[in-house]
């Protein structure tokens, strides 16, 4: 069973419009969690990152949440525009293992 | 300001037949980690180097793979011999952390899409 589940897997939204993104993760111990964003056909760029003390963190129209106490993180995307569309990976590390849980990524398509 | 590149971007290439892929880091960076992509199973760590030296290669399907890094700016990725279930996107990554887990991102290059016929 995959340590990190993501939801939805796809979805499409219309431009200007808000959209969130659901992590859920098994990870333990928990050392810091991750959002990417990965246009096609290119490399993941990383967004954000999250340690255990952290709840929240924005970068630009992107905000993530964590909720260490639950394993849940959530990717929020405001104000969605064009070049949103793209595939959003969570990441987990856990202390002391030296390993990496990947979620299979939300494909997010915006529409004009 | 150049990031992590790889080489080629796309290859296809006959079953049986010995694939090589490349990687050029950021400068700087004294972690390097290569990764495969499919739909089914997402990103999947194969290997990271700390230094030129290779710390966890648990991630690596079988003995026809193989990874090294000769010195701090290439590392190449290996597959002999390929088969078809070997084709993914294989992406390279670097970063400059102390340690592994800390708050620094992992860059990424654009990766190599690798079909085995």
């Known amino acids: 069973k995959n340590q990190v589940e993501q939801s939805p897997q796809s979805l499409i939204i219309l431009e200007g419009k808000n959209c969130t993104l659901q992590c859920n993760y098994t990870v333990s111990p928990f050392s810091n969690l991750r959002w990417y964003k990965q246009d096609t056909g290119r490399g993941p760029v990383s967004l954000t990152i999250m340690t255990f003390s952290e709840n929240t963190k924005s970068n630009g129209r992107y905000t993530a949440t964590l909720d260490a106490d639950t394993k849940q993180s959530s990717l929020h995307i405001t104000a969605s525009q064009l070049s949103d569309s793209a595939s959003y990976i969570c990441v987990v590390s856990a202390r002391g293992n030296n390993r990496l849980a990947f979620g299979k990524g939300n494909q997010v398509v915006v529409i004009p | ?117």
């Open chain 2, 1 to 117: 300001d150049a990031g992590v590149i790889q080489s080629p971007r796309h290859e296809v290439t006959e079953m049986g037949q010995e694939v090589t892929l490349r990687c050029k880091p950021i400068s700087g960076h004294d972690y390097l980690f290569w990764y495969r992509q499919t739909m089914m199973r997402g990103l999947e760590l194969l290997i990271y180097f700390n230094n030129n030296v290779p710390i966890d290669d648990s991630g690596m399907p079988e003995d026809r793979f193989s990874a090294k890094m000769p010195n701090a700016s290439f590392s190449t990725l290996k597959i002999q011999p390929s088969e078809p279930r070997d084709s993914a996107v294989y992406f390279c990554a670097s970063s400059s952390i102390d340690r592994l887990y800390s708050n620094q991102p992992q860059h990424f290059g654009d990766g190599t899409r690798l079909s085995i016929l």
